[in-house]
Antibody, heavy 127, light 111 residues
Framework: QVQLQESGPGLVKPSQTLSLTCTVS??????????WTWIRQPPGKGLEWLGY???????YYSPSLKSRITMSLDTSKNQVSLKLNSVTAADTAVYYC???????????????????WGQGTLVTVSS | QSVLTQPPSVSAAPGQKVTISCSGS????????VSWYQQLPGTAPKLLIY???KRPSGIPDRFSGSKSGTSATLGITGLQTGDEADYYC????????????FGGGTKLTVL
């Protein structure tokens, strides 16, 4: 059974870089059977999809964050990483990593459903 | 402002049935699969329905999903107090440079 666990600093100062790691157990991120994705949820608000990364290293980011976000893989540790730079208070949220099923349409990948999810980690942006 | 539109809240008595709607457009729901997630208080979202109507192993058949055109619906029958949660619909948006999208979430209260 695949399990995901997020980790990283709970407090980040404004203008600095948020860095989180998602450790995957019970399955390999290198298999190519799934995409790996990050989703966040500001306190009391809804879900926001941030982007995905595939075992090949190919990525796709939400247009609203594209200039500030980077996702990467460490296959030796079976980890997926998220970096978000130039953070502001608006980036305060619970950050989730999730495994994503996908399909192709005209050779373009589309994410389908997300399962499982990590338990999430709260990141607060404050000085 | 979420790309997919859900009612902010619904409520019903124990044992009753409730439906939660999710409205989108041809670039998202109209041409992609819909999934639904249940988020119990203080926990991570959990996959409830995928591929518009399929249930993962372990999800009771009290939960059902459907899709018609650019809208999707989650149905829950035999409501239990343990069903009180936030419910989110999700799909892919094929418009240029969009990606994964969710509804704003619906708070279910079991009276």
């Amino acid at each position: 059974q695949v399990q995901l666990q997020e980790s990283g600093p709970g407090l980040v100062k404004p203008s600095q870089t948020l860095s989180l790691t998602c450790t995957v157990s019970g399955g390999s991120i290198s298999s190519g059977d799934y995409y790996w994705t990050w989703i966040r949820q500001p306190p009391g608000k809804g879900l926001e999809w941030l982007g995905y990364i595939f075992h090949s290293g190919s990525t796709y980011y939400s247009p609203s964050l594209k200039s500030r976000i980077t996702m990467s893989l460490d296959t030796s540790k079976n980890q997926v990483s998220l970096k978000l730079n130039s953070v502001t208070a608006a980036d305060t949220a619970v950050y989730y990593c999730a495994r994503a099923e996908y399909y192709f349409d005209n050779s373009v990948p589309r994410l389908n459903w997300f399962d499982p999810w990590g338990q999430g980690t709260l990141v607060t942006v404050s000085s | 402002q979420s790309v997919l539109t859900q009612p902010p809240s619904v409520s019903a008595a124990p044992g009753q049935k409730v439906t939660i709607s999710c409205s989108g457009s041809s670039s998202n729901i109209g041409n992609n699969y819909v999934s639904w997630y249940q988020q119990l208080p203080g926990t991570a979202p959990k996959l409830l329905i995928y591929d518009n109507y399929k249930r993962p192993s372990g999800i009771p058949d009290r939960f059902s999903g459907s899709k018609s055109g650019t809208s999707a619906t989650l149905g829950i029958t035999g409501l239990q107090t343990g069903d009180e949660a936030d419910y989110y619909c999700g799909t892919w948006d094929s418009s240029l440079s969009v990606g994964g999208v969710f509804g704003g979430g619906t708070k279910l209260t079991v009276l």
